[in-house]
């Protein structure tokens, strides 16, 4: 069901991108939207993992330093006969981890200091049991494709701006004066409305895949409990130690969101709330 909704989502994020190419370029706009659409698509499958890594100075994390890691890591990976990630360590404070890859012979899993620092020997397996369960789902390669799509209805969204606020859509011929005034009122409503549902497919499929990565990989370790308190764990310590220089644009990857998701801004967050998802944890019978 999961997995369904997610494609249903991701299709329906990539129509919006056509939409919208077609609304300011007719079918010249469209086909162009969709060319842009698979470039991006192709990029985000080749690039993604090696692009985010060294968008937070991801370091290769050795064996000796962090044996009790490769352990878990294995592990879990042999269980479920899923091919050893590369292991990556973020030097920061804040305890957080991220899988990126785009499929599970080229996955790679980060952990902050802050995490091994706070961890337990079974919220950690569980933590790893979750990314690599994005791993085995294929999670990482779809949220970067729908960030990237995203990406683009944004740009589109601001050239519509631009347009009106140079003065798009002003004819002076009397006879185009009804059709300039249609397509004013079109490219008021993407700049306005196109980000905004942008926003919400791509905030509905990343909550739908972490409801998932939760599900399996308390299966994965069978004890769905370690990672719910991992979890109530992480909650409490992002809001003492924020990510520095978080990026809206990786927010997704993390197991618990990296920025401030209080109040209203929690309804627009990138991740379920926290204590829906310990609730579905503690409540699961394996």
Request: aromatic fraction near 6%; charged fraction near 15%.
């Amino acid at each position: 069901m999961n997995v369904l909704k997610t494609a249903l989502l991701l299709s329906a994020l990539t129509a919006l991108l056509i939409f919208i190419g077609g609304l300011l370029g007719g079918h010249q706009g469209a086909m162009a939207m969709f060319i842009i659409a698979l470039l991006m698509n192709l990029v985000s499958y080749w690039f993604s993992d090696k692009i985010v890594l060294a968008m937070h100075r991801a370091k290769p994390l050795n064996e000796a330093d962090a044996p009790h890691v490769y352990r878990a890591v294995r592990e879990i990976a042999s269980r479920d006969r899923l091919p050893m990630p590369k292991l990556y360590w973020i030097g920061t404070k804040t305890p957080n981890a991220f899988a990126t890859g785009r499929s599970p012979k080229h996955a790679a899993v980060a952990v902050t200091s802050g995490l091994l620092e706070i961890m337990n020997e079974e919220e950690l397996k569980g933590v790893l049991a979750h990314e690599l369960s994005h791993v085995k789902n294929r999670d990482t390669l779809v949220m970067c494709i729908a960030a990237a799509i995203a990406g683009a209805i944004m740009m589109l969204a601001r050239m519509a701006q631009w347009s009106l606020w140079m003065g798009g859509g002003r004819s002076r011929d009397s006879e185009n004066r009804s059709g300039a005034a249609l397509q004013l009122v079109a490219m008021l409503l993407v700049a306005i409305l196109a980000p905004l549902a942008a926003m919400l497919i791509q905030l509905a499929i990343s909550r739908t895949r972490e409801y998932g990565a939760d599900a399996t990989g308390a299966h994965l370790t069978g004890n769905p409990h370690g990672l719910a308190s991992a979890l109530e764990k992480l909650h409490q310590a992002t809001r003492d130690y924020p990510l520095p220089n978080a990026n809206p644009a990786t927010a997704h990857l993390f197991i618990v969101n990296p920025l401030s998701a209080g109040a209203i801004a929690g309804l627009f967050s990138t991740h379920p709330p926290v204590a829906e998802r310990v609730r579905r944890l503690r409540s699961m019978r394996l």
